[in-house]
């Protein structure tokens, strides 16, 4: 068969226009790409410290409607102080029980104690007034036993019947379905001994302890070693707490769940944000080949972008999560490897491609660490090969406090953390607040959770802050992957943990909340902090007002066997039985809702 | 959806799935057979054929151990399809082979698909085309019947279902037991109390399992329903014994709107009741004895003069079996059918074919009758009896109500002593409450009709009685006299003998009219007022003697009919009065009234239809005369109307509040099945025990009755409701309230109540005083309860007599309900 030329010219310029029409879209990105500028690098920050509302606007000597009672220094109030910031409820905080009685406020309906500060018949007749006024109290620890055998009031109070041990080694325990966000869970690791008491009618217990050979030593359920509950006194509830939760931010979540027992529905503002940080990734050294290439066959700079990176990409892809990755430029900075400018091309380009982001890590490798040196050379290459992109994210990771406040306060603007918006903290970094401002513009995140592991005590803290601030930064530190240690720091299983872990304990946060990068997570915790808000309920309406309202804002709706049915300047999302997360779109919102006889 | 709503739709789909079993059904198996009766014995063949079969069918899946929704469907639908395919094998057999034809021919291109699709809906077309003419054709002919039928059965409806639809609730505290042995037949166990006539639940079962219909919402409705087939089988029976078309309908107007009848008398009707079930089937018996007289004599006529002319066999070839064989046939299923449902029923039934057979003396004895009669008697007790005596056989004991209603018919000396001692017949059948002590009492005691309490005697027999004995004995012989002294004295006698006879005939006028005012009070409680007792007793007099009369002067059947129509009417009010006359009570006086009102338009029809044959039957022009009956139904129901003579709504029992009826249904249709509890009194047990659980309102209480610290009262399913009677019901005293007024009650549950000493078991533990105290201290539990748990304790249900409460608990850690609720300790 012969092709007549017309013919054959017609199939090339066909075969032509399609190679180009293929290449053009390729070609066009290239040109088009503005991998080497930050997106979310804005102009200037629009909520700064002063427009949000912080401790200083909420607390009040005589309109407060929660009262701390408790040393200023102790962990539980710091922690009660941080809760009240967070739902913006006005408070006072009074060293003890007599000073809060003495100054007790009419609009008072909130009174978090510490232990300590009950120690005399007197304390428990104050709080035993406070109950009957109709106001809640919540012990965030309990006393001591002997308090509770020398004052059979306290007994009463928190709706103890017997005290059948003074301390009983559990075996973990349970936290119920409607609590905390998450479902009914059981914790084995969590074991401890505390006391064991029986509780009287009229309790309802959301915490509590299991105990080994339950079955064979005939202890019903309800008889369990009670870990939280509440008991109602007179006009009050008395909520208790029989274990350390108030030691870490775990507590926070623990207050949010407690107030939202004590009314039909409980309406606060969250953050709503859930980010992914890949702490010292992407990498953009050759260090550690040796070690490296002994594991994997790879050197470091090859193991980076053929191995680690598409297994992120893949994963966070599965998961739908936003990669915010810190750049670990270098991580000996004693060591003479160069960064390559190709590295740098190549990550920058397909974190746009992503939709990603890249911050800056603080993160050194060595056992002298060479902070300032860091700084400076970091500062040096990026404005030689990537002059135009400005770092608004910076993970410390462990480099001290002192090490970089002068480059984010005071020092040159020439600095590569000179444009720094937002700063991420390790969890529990130093007790400090999991969100606030480290100064006047810079917001301060805390790390919720390793992403490489998963305990039971992990799981309560992650469910607590989920259910306080719907707000979680999973970090994922790859300089345990490039400087493995042991067999455990082994890629293979620590991708594949990686992966179990974030599609399952985080599968049900996020259908209710959004997924985010840091700078998005940045702006939404501005807008948190710089919002107020007012509800009130008639029938079957719950009437939201908000002010300082920016554009948007989220909550978290509590109630009690009901469900939305529909919302009026905003939209909701069901995230659980019982708890919607309202998106508002105007400063009013109107929420209806009906009774809920669904299981799920 | 409101109540009334759906008590509506229920009842509609209740009808419609009665009417398709035990009317469709029958009708498209059997339709070649049935193709060429009148419609009135199409529906009553299809009535018994259903019956009999649904009630026989569960029967056997139960005794065969089977009894699953599969083994149900199986034996339900195979063996009706088989009596289908082998009634109609002509037509089948042919349709069959027009198909092969057709689709023979469509393969080998013969003939177009539209000519084969023309030819095989060809017969359906022409049924259904035929079906429609008829269907039409029968409306014009009988439009004035339907249209009156139509009126009535609608007010029939909407009189009966008035309390359904209204208050919800069950109306007799019979029908708790009779849903708990529906309820038991679910989990298998058929005869769980012992052995009983279980027709109507089988029936009750069948169209729970088959169709998925809730047995609460049939029990509820299904009351309606039988109601209506009763009242059918009225215009049905009088469509037999009646020359004239019209007057049927007016035997069931005098039944339907006129307030003739005592209350007690259609007060049953309005509940699902196996008794009244079984009234279905009481004139279908009547129906096909009469039809089997009148075909036997015809048949019998017909064989001799074939006979005569050698033509025998050739007549007798077209028959399988004889027109009467399948009268009596049905006779019999219909007889099984009463046994198979009620006892009393089937006592009725025997007096209604005494009459009959009374009235048919002396053919009934001639053996080519008594022997079939006697036969076909025995095989319907048989097919009766035969699955309660399989189940006897396999070890089941009889039910207890058994022995009380031998126990009444056939009573000890000193029982039926201190039965005629006026406390009338109250009692109670397992948990089966019979109303009527109290009006018994009053009954006997306000005797206004001419004898006043001190005419009876401690025995409760009238003077009247005496006083007749008393003239009897003067002529009875005494046996001291010789017969030879009495013939002496006739002889001395006889001059005198005119005089006498007058003396006589005024002193039996007198007597006659003395008797039958006597004879009237013994009916007082019958009917609505006193006077009417006594005029229904002249028509069932003058019916007796002129059907009587008629019968010497011309010897029809239409007379017979008429004579044990009246006979039986007179039988019923014997054994309505029979404690007063000091007879054997063969049934109590409350039952015994229902049966002589339903007797009752029988009589007047009967009574009306014998004067109509008189003036009315030598005219030709039978259209022209009909316009007197039509006239005569039209013109009383104008006058009832006009008058408000019209039966005013009946009553019902104080057993249940219509909100607890309501969260009855709410629960279980909007929660999970076995994860709930509901905290009541026994009325709503068996409702709920098919999807969820029960907790008495007495155990919950007693359980923290001494109150401690340690006490502890947990409930293990997720939701718990309870049910609390804001002003208790007067439960237990045959307390009862016009349909259209609150339920009688003891008041607003009280404080004073609540601290005084309740009772917390025994059979009497609801009963009115206790009630008070327990529903008085569950509304203060639940007050101080929802104290302590403001937000998880809510009121699900609220209305100014019930409240309804409702706990969701965490089911690992049960809430302790148990409080000091201020009266617990």
């Known amino acids: ?600 | 959806m409101s109540m009334e709503a759906r008590t509506i739709i229920e009842f509609i789909q209740v009808l419609a799935a009665y009417t398709v079993c035990v009317c469709v059904a029958p009708y498209i198996v059997f339709h070649d057979l049935l193709r060429e009766k009148c419609l009135a014995e199409k529906f009553i063949l299809s009535v018994l054929i259903g019956n009999f079969y649904i009630i026989n069918v569960v029967f056997a899946i139960f005794l065969l151990n089977i009894p699953t929704k599969g083994s149900l469907y199986l034996f339900t639908i195979f063996p009706a399809f088989v009596a289908w395919l082998r009634v109609n094998r002509p037509g089948v057999r042919e349709f069959f082979n027009m198909l092969y034809t057709s689709l023979s021919r469509l393969f080998l291109g013969e003939a177009h698909f539209r000519t084969i699709l023309g030819a095989l809906l060809a017969r359906p077309k022409k049924l259904l085309k035929d079906c429609s003419h008829s269907f039409f054709t029968h409306i014009r002919t009988h439009f004035l019947e339907w249209a009156m039928l139509l009126g009535l059965i609608s007010f029939n409806i909407y009189y009966y279902g008035y309390q359904t639809v209204t208050k919800y609730v069950f109306g007799a505290s019979d029908l708790t037991v009779h849903q708990s042995w529906i309820n038991n037949m679910d989990d298998g166990v058929i005869f769980c109390n012992g052995v009983y006539p279980f027709g109507f639940h089988n029936i009750i079962w069948f169209l729970h399992k088959f169709f998925g219909l809730r047995t609460l919402s049939i029990l509820r409705v299904f009351g309606v329903v039988e109601t209506l087939f009763i009242y059918m089988m009225i215009y049905l029976l009088l469509r037999k014994l009646c020359k004239s078309r019209y007057l049927p309908v007016l035997g069931v107007f005098l039944f339907t709107l006129p307030d003739l009848y005592d209350f007690q008398s259609t007060m049953r009707y309005q509940w699902s009741l196996p008794q009244e079930f079984g009234m279905i089937f009481l004139y279908p018996c009547a129906f096909y004895l009469i039809q089997f007289f009148e075909r036997k004599k015809e048949e019998m006529q017909t064989k001799k003069r074939l006979k005569e002319e050698n033509r025998l066999y050739a007549w007798m070839d077209q028959y399988h079996i004889m027109p009467s064989t399948r009268s009596l046939t049905f006779f019999s299923i219909s007889f099984s059918l009463t046994l198979a449902a009620h006892f009393y029923i089937t006592i009725i039934a025997i007096i209604l074919c005494f009459a009959i057979a009374i009235s048919y003396f002396p053919l009934v004895l001639h053996p080519k009758y008594f022997w079939s009669i006697a036969l076909a008697g025995i095989l319907s007790l048989f097919s009766a009896v035969a699955p309660m005596g399989v189940a006897f056989m396999q070890g089941v004991q009889p039910e207890g109500s058994l022995r009380w209603a031998l126990s009444v018919i056939f009573p000890k000396e000193e029982e039926s002593i201190t039965d005629t001692k006026g406390t009338g017949t109250s009692g109670t059948v397992g948990n089966e409450s019979i109303p009527g002590g109290a009006e018994n009492k009053e009954d006997i005691s306000n005797t206004g009709n001419g004898l006043s309490d001190s005419e009876y005697t401690w025995t409760g027999i009238p003077t009247v009685n005496a006083a007749t004995s008393d003239s009897g004995n003067a002529n009875v012989p005494d046996g001291q006299n010789t017969v030879l002294d009495k013939i002496k004295s006739l002889s001395g006698q006889i001059k005198y003998l005119p005089g006498k006879i007058v003396t006589l005939a005024g002193k039996v006028k007198r007597r006659i009219i003395y008797a039958n005012k006597a004879a009237a009070s013994f009916l007082k409680g019958a009917y609505s007022y006193d006077e009417l007792a006594n005029y229904i007793l002249v028509a069932t007099e003058t019916l007796a003697v002129f059907s009587l009369l008629m019968l010497f002067i011309r010897r029809k059947f239409y007379y017979r009919n008429l004579f044990s129509i009246s006979l039986y009417t007179l039988i019923l009010m014997v054994m309505y009065s029979a404690e007063l006359l000091g007879l054997p009570v063969i049934m109590d006086l409350t039952r015994s009234r229902i049966f002589l009102a339903y007797a009752t338009p029988l009589l007047f029809a009967c009574l009306a239809d014998s004067v109509y044959v008189i003036l009315c039957w030598p005219f030709r022009y039978r259209k022209i005369t009909e316009l007197v009956t039509i006239g005569l139904t039209l013109t009383l129901s104008a006058l009832t109307i006009v008058y408000d003579f019209i039966k005013p709504l009946n009553i019902l029992y104080s057993l249940q509040l219509p909100g607890e009826m309501k969260c009855n249904y709410d629960i279980i249709e909007n929660y999970p099945e076995k994860r709930w509890t509901v905290v009541t009194t026994t009325n709503s047990m068996q409702s709920l025990r098919e999807k969820g659980w029960h907790m008495e309102v007495c155990t919950f209480l007693e359980k923290m009755e001494e109150y401690s610290k340690h006490t502890t009262v947990t409930i293990p399913t997720k939701y718990v409701f309870f049910y609390i009677e804001k002003t208790p019901l007067d439960y237990g005293r045959d307390a009862y309230n016009l349909v259209t007024d609150e339920m009688v009650n003891s008041g607003f549950v009280s404080e004073t109540a609540a601290s005084e000493q309740a009772v917390f078991g025994g059979s009497e533990v609801y009963h009115t005083e206790n009630r008070y105290k327990l529903e008085s201290k569950m509304y203060y539990w639940a007050k101080a309860f929802q104290q302590k748990f403001p937000e998880e304790f809510q009121v699900y249900y609220e209305d100014d007599s019930f409240i309804c409460y409702r706990i969701i608990q965490n089911e690992y850690q049960l809430y302790n309900f148990a409080v000091d609720y201020g009266f617990n300790r």
């Open chain 1, 1 to 600: 068969m012969k092709i007549s030329r017309s013919n054959f010219a017609a199939i090339s310029v066909t075969m032509i226009a399609i190679l180009i029409l293929f290449q053009f879209s390729n070609l066009s990105a290239i040109y088009a790409s503005q991998a080497m500028k930050n997106a979310n690098a804005l102009q200037d920050v629009s909520i700064t410290v002063n427009k949000t509302v912080q401790a200083s606007n909420l607390l009040s000597t005589s309109s407060y409607t929660t009262a701390l009672v408790g040393s200023k220094s102790n962990q539980e109030t710091i922690i009660a102080e941080e809760w009240c910031v967070y739902t913006k409820q006005p408070y006072y905080r009074f060293p003890s029980l007599d000073a809060f009685y003495g100054n007790i406020s009419k609009n008072c309906k909130l009174l978090i104690v510490n232990s300590y500060v009950i120690d005399s018949s007197h304390d428990i007749d104050i709080l035993e007034q406070t109950a009957k006024r109709g106001v809640n109290i919540i012990l965030t620890s309990l006393p001591d036993i002997s308090i509770f055998r020398s004052y059979p009031k306290l007994m009463e109070l928190t709706g103890i019947r017997k005290i059948e041990a003074d301390s009983y080694y559990t075996n973990g325990m349970t936290v119920f379905e409607g609590f905390l966000l998450g479902g009914k869970t059981t914790y084995t690791e969590l074991k401890k001994s505390i006391p064991y008491f029986l509780l009287q009618s009229g309790t309802k217990t959301y915490i509590s302890a299991s105990i080994k050979h339950q079955e064979r030593k005939h202890i019903k359920n309800e008889e369990l070693p009670p870990v939280l509950w509440r008991n109602y006194y007179e006009n009050g509830f008395v909520f208790s707490v029989n274990y350390d939760f108030f030691q870490d931010h775990t507590g926070l979540g623990m207050l949010t769940a407690m107030l939202s027992e004590t009314n039909s529905y409980n309406i606060y503002p969250i953050v709503d944000a859930q980010s992914v940080i890949c702490q010292n990734f992407p990498y953009l050294s050759n260090e550690n080949s040796d070690r490296i290439s002994q594991q994997y066959f790879y050197n470091s700079k090859a193991f980076c972008e053929n191995v680690l990176w598409p297994d992120v990409v893949s994963i966070l892809g599965a998961t739908d999560d936003k990669f915010s990755g810190m750049i670990a430029p270098k991580l000996e900075y004693s060591s003479s490897a160069e960064i390559d400018q190709d590295v740098l091309s190549f990550y920058f380009k397909q974190t746009e491609r992503i939709t990603g982001e890249l911050g800056i890590s603080g993160e050194q490798m060595e056992s002298r660490s060479f902070h300032k040196d860091k700084i400076m050379y970091d500062t040096k290459k990026f404005k030689q090969l990537a002059p135009d992109y400005t770092f608004t994210v910076f993970s410390p990771g462990s480099m001290p406090e002192s090490a970089y406040e002068g480059y984010l306060k005071f020092y040159s603007k020439d600095s590569i953390l000179s444009n720094i918006r937002t700063l991420i903290l390790p969890k529990e970094y130093q007790h400090s607040p999991v969100l606030s401002f480290y100064n006047t513009k810079i917001l301060s995140m805390s790390c919720i959770s390793d992403g490489f592991s998963h305990t039971d005590g992990e799981d309560l803290y992650l469910r607590s802050i989920e259910t306080a601030l719907g707000y979680s930064a999973i970090s994922l530190d790859f300089s345990r992957v490039l400087y493995p240690s042991g067999k455990s720091d082994d890629w293979t299983s620590l991708s594949r943990d990686m992966a179990r872990y974030l599609d399952t304990y985080w599968k049900s946060f996020r259908k209710a909340f959004e997924q985010v990068n840091i700078s998005q997570a940045d702006q939404k915790v501005r807008k948190f902090f710089a919002l107020d808000y007012h509800s009130h309920r008639r029938n079957n309406t719950i009437s939201l007002s908000i002010t300082n309202f920016d554009e948007e804002a989220s909550f978290l709706l509590d109630l009690t066997d009901e469900k939305i049915v529909s919302v009026s300047g905003g939209t909701f999302i069901k995230a659980e039985k019982d708890k919607y997360v309202i998106h508002a779109t105007k400063k009013n919102v109107a929420i209806e809702v009906t009774e809920d006889l669904s299981e799920n």
